[in-house]
């Protein structure tokens, strides 16, 4: 969408302000951790772009909230199964031999929109560890949700993920659908479900060097992410509204991820 379908899409700018009173309109709340998926683009014309979407959150939840984003890079993933482009396969092993080192501080996200790339720079917002599935959050419980993000099963029980659902979280969705929709991820975790493991070789740093090492994660699936979506939709509730121009849904995390979970074990 190109700047001038921005404008069209609204009658007048979106603000800091505009935002943070459609955000309160559709329901959030100060004090509450909020898991935000986002897309700036479906906002329409933003006075400040990602910037102003990323303070009108904190306004929203307050620094008595958490704000959480994911702020994944999928540039640390494997090479090998990349089709979006393919790499030429005699680029891969460079590939995993030769990128720096993922550096919470510094790599920047890939593929997550302006909104979350944008927070992640702010100086008080803190980032998790996890070279493919790292996590960013500002706000009371910040430091708790994105500490000691292991490197196997990053989306698993012991993920930022989980963090969330400990602390009764909800989840927005922000210009966005449930495809993206990470915390099913974690359903995935939880369902019985046989699902294999694979293994990626990731450069991160230890005691200040670089080296190499290999992490197991779950094989998991997004292709039934919406269908699971709207049947949840069908059986609970949900908020939804317009943020900007934006369509949006806000829902409690916890009653996704346990009805996701029955669901996937159901229809998988």
Known sequence: ????????????????????????????????????????????WVAGDAQAAVEALQNAVTPDGTLVMPTHTSQYSDPSVWSNPPV????IETIRTERPAFRPAATPTRGMGAIPECFRT???VVRSSHPIYSVAAWGAEAEEIVADHP??????????????????GAVLMLGTDYSTN?????????????????????????DGDRVLRDIEELETSTDDFPEV???????????EGVVGAATATLLEQPALV????EWFEANR
């Open 1 to 44: 969408m190109g700047e001038a379908d921005a404008v069209d899409r609204v009658q007048e700018p979106c603000t800091v302000s505009s935002l943070t009173e459609d955000l309160r309109y559709l329901g959030v709340e100060p004090g509450q951790t909020l898991l935000v998926h986002s897309s700036l683009s479906s906002l329409g």
């Open 88 to 91: 030429p396969s005699d680029w």
């Open 122 to 124: 702010y100086t008080d």
């Open 151 to 168: 490197l196997d099963y990053g989306l698993g029980e012991e993920s930022p993920l989980a963090s969330v659902y400990e602390q009764d």
């Open 182 to 206: 990470t915390s099913l991820h974690l359903a995935e975790y939880r369902a019985d479900l046989d699902l294999g493991t694979t293994t990626t070789t990731v450069p991160i740093l230890e």
């Open 229 to 239: 979506g709207a049947a949840f939709e069908a059986q609970h509730d949900s908020r």
């Open 258 to 261: 346990d009805f996701a979970t």
